[in-house]
């Protein structure tokens, strides 16, 4: 089969969207399909490569005199590539290959990521619309996509062609007891109630430190939050990180504290290494942590949920390795392997459809 990926760019930033994208089309060409991808670029056109996935540069940068262009170029670059299956990732690769679909055989697939934002509703305009969770299926249902074309596959990491697995990276050196979150550092990510929520924790436990791993447009805020902390000393901003699995390793509680979260493709990165998990109750994450039996689920947006959360944990060894063994269990269900399958079938069944 010809199967083609559209996304914005390829750069290895920590951009969930990008990485499932990049671990299908490696997969679906390691499979014998001949798979392209087309993006304004980035590092991972090295690990394409290897896997024998084409790359075209296409820059989707949205005026008005750009789109003439990038659509004359889309169209060149299908009727050379000629797919059976595109792909679309992100909303102007969607807008784009809905647009000029009609004279083309290809049949259109979209994932939706980021339910949460407005413009997600245009991905209902592809022929089969993938949702990462039933949350964000449920969610764009009642924006009006019909049933008949939302599918339900979750994300996946473990296995990933992108990395290493979890226990081939060296383990940093935290202090201990370590709490860990590996997010994006803007509102929805619920860093601000971390941080408030460790210093609930870090008043009775003199020894737990908070490591936070991300980088994003409002990090100033939170380091402005930490530093008037009584244990600022404590809180460290470790930045974005190539392997965070280095730090997930050496970590006691990974958290994950979203106020909205589609799935929270981190916490299979967080359960295969062995973390204890406690998240929130938001989007898909109960569907992440298989509805709560691999990790503690609280309030979004509650510290105190989270304070009460890290205090059963820390201060019961016997509860915390008990969780961090239930995190390890199913994760068969969070691989790579099973996400490609699961999608590869819906591409067949929509192919075999007459338009």
Aim: charged share 20%; aromatic share 6%; net charge positive.
């Amino acid at each position: 089969m010809r199967i083609l990926h559209i996304l914005n760019h390829i750069r290895e930033v920590g951009n969930g969207i990008v990485n499932v994208a990049i671990d299908l089309a490696c997969l679906q060409a390691q499979a014998g399909h001949q798979v392209t991808v087309i993006s304004a670029g980035g590092e991972y056109e090295k690990l394409l490569a290897n896997y024998q996935v084409k790359h075209c540069l296409l820059n989707q940068t949205r005026t008005w005199r750009s789109l003439i262009r990038v659509a004359s170029q889309y169209r060149a670059l299908i009727q050379q590539i000629q797919p059976d299956i595109v792909h679309a990732h992100m909303m102007t690769g969607m807008v784009l290959a809905k647009a000029l679909q009609l004279n083309s055989r290809y049949r259109l697939v979209s994932t939706v990521h980021n339910d949460f934002q407005r413009s997600a509703t245009l991905m209902g305009l592809a022929d089969r619309v993938i949702a990462v969770s039933q949350a964000v299926a449920d969610a764009m249902h009642q924006r009006g996509i019909p049933q008949s074309k939302l599918r339900v596959v979750h994300n996946a990491t473990i296995g990933s062609p992108r990395q290493r697995p979890a226990l081939a990276c060296e383990p940093m050196p935290l202090q201990r007891p370590a709490i860990t979150t590996v997010a994006g550092l803007n509102p929805r990510k619920g860093i601000a109630d971390l941080i408030e929520g460790f210093n609930q924790v870090a008043a009775t436990l003199s020894t737990a430190h908070l490591y936070i791993v991300g980088d994003g447009p409002i990090r100033s805020q939170f380091e402005s939050q930490a530093r008037a902390s009584p244990f600022a000393q404590r809180i460290h901003f470790e930045g974005f990180q190539l392997e965070p699995q280095r730090y997930l390793r050496s970590t006691d509680v990974f958290v994950l504290a979203s106020r909205q979260e589609p799935f929270g493709l981190v916490i299979s990165e967080a359960r295969e290494a062995g973390c204890a998990i406690v998240a929130s109750r938001a989007g898909g994450i109960p569907e992440a942590l298989d509805d709560g039996s691999a990790g503690l689920l609280i309030t979004p947006g509650d510290s105190t949920s989270i304070a009460a959360a890290l205090k059963l944990l820390l201060e019961d060894s016997a509860c915390l390795k008990h969780w961090q063994q239930k995190a390890q269990q199913n994760l068969e269900n969070l691989g790579v392997a099973r996400m490609h399958k699961e999608i590869f079938a819906l591409y067949e069944d929509l192919h075999c459809m007459k338009r």
